[in-house]
């Protein structure tokens, strides 16, 4: 083989390299609403041809309806905003007190024998059921339930935080420390970018334990929240209210999600994971 052949071969190569084919992206987000629209149509139309009871599950339309009537009277709105409320308050208090002792327990050792063996010790208590406890201690008011949706989001926090900085290479420790960065810099140069995946992933386990928490504590001496909302119309045996119920719970979840996904992509854009095909 001669010189100008070994010269032409790579670049040859490079040009018949196919390109990676890639869906438009608005193409991919219109795909994912094609099996939640055929539920609904599904749902509707076994509602209007009698297979479903209206008393046990009535029609999505019946709900959208009852949804508008609520929504113009000022009902549905102030359930909502304290709902939001004792959901944000506890979100911040437990996952400020998860992020600090997940950090302490993964950056230092002394912190990891002090704070991780009790941590883990609770993890195996399931937080709904200390309900009992947590109305002897804190009464049955607010209290009650931002104590209950800030115990659902300290442990996903707190496991995802200490995972995140335990998973970081140690090299990487290493060679910034070998290139004179102190120990300031190493934090925010190597182990917050290092933890920052795994602590987004924590944010979105807690914040849907955060809203399953929710529903179990509006539902304990409760006034107003969606929870409350849903309690009082079981006793008047009005299922369109429960379903509505349900559906804001569902739609609060997967708009806060969807949120954080967006700051997760706009945090993380040096992040190259494995694309699905």
């Not at 055929?38 to 029609?59: H, I, M, N, S, Y």
């Not at 442990?155 to 995140?164: D, K, L, R, S, V």
Request: a positive charge; hydrophobic letters at 50%; aromatic letters at 6%.
């Amino acid at each position: 083989m001669s010189r100008t052949q070994l010269l032409e071969t790579p670049t040859e190569a490079v040009a018949v390299a196919p390109a990676d084919p890639r869906r438009p992206r608005s193409t991919r987000r219109w795909r994912r609403l094609v099996s939640p629209v055929v539920l609904v149509l599904g749902w509707e139309l076994a509602a209007r041809t009698g297979v479903l009871a209206p008393e046990k599950l009535p029609a999505p339309s019946a709900v959208l309806a009852t949804g508008w009537r609520l929504s113009r009277d000022g009902t549905l709105a102030v359930h909502l905003v304290d709902s939001l409320t004792r959901a944000a308050a506890g979100l911040f208090i437990g996952g400020v007190l998860a992020l600090a002792l997940g950090t302490v327990a993964g950056l230092l050792r002394l912190g990891d024998d002090l704070v991780d063996p009790p941590v883990q010790m609770a993890r195996m208590l399931p937080h709904l059921g200390l309900v009992p406890l947590l109305i002897i201690w804190v009464g049955i008011g607010e209290s009650l339930k931002i104590s209950l949706v800030a115990l659902g989001a300290f442990f996903p926090i707190y496991f995802n935080t200490y995972a995140g900085i335990r998973d970081i290479d140690e090299r990487l420790v290493e060679v910034a420390r070998t290139c004179g960065l102190g120990q300031a810099a190493r934090l925010r140069h190597v182990v917050l970018p290092g933890a920052l995946p795994s602590l987004f992933l924590g944010l979105r386990l807690a914040i849907g334990a955060a809203w399953l928490s929710l529903v179990v504590g509006e539902q304990v001496n409760a006034q107003t929240g969606i929870g409350f909302l849903m309690m009082e119309a079981r006793e008047f045996s009005q299922t369109d209210v429960v379903v509505l119920g349900l559906l804001v719970y569902a739609l609060l979840g997967l708009i806060s999600d969807s949120a954080l996904r967006v700051l997760e992509r706009r945090m993380l854009t040096w992040r190259r994971g494995l694309r699905a095909t």
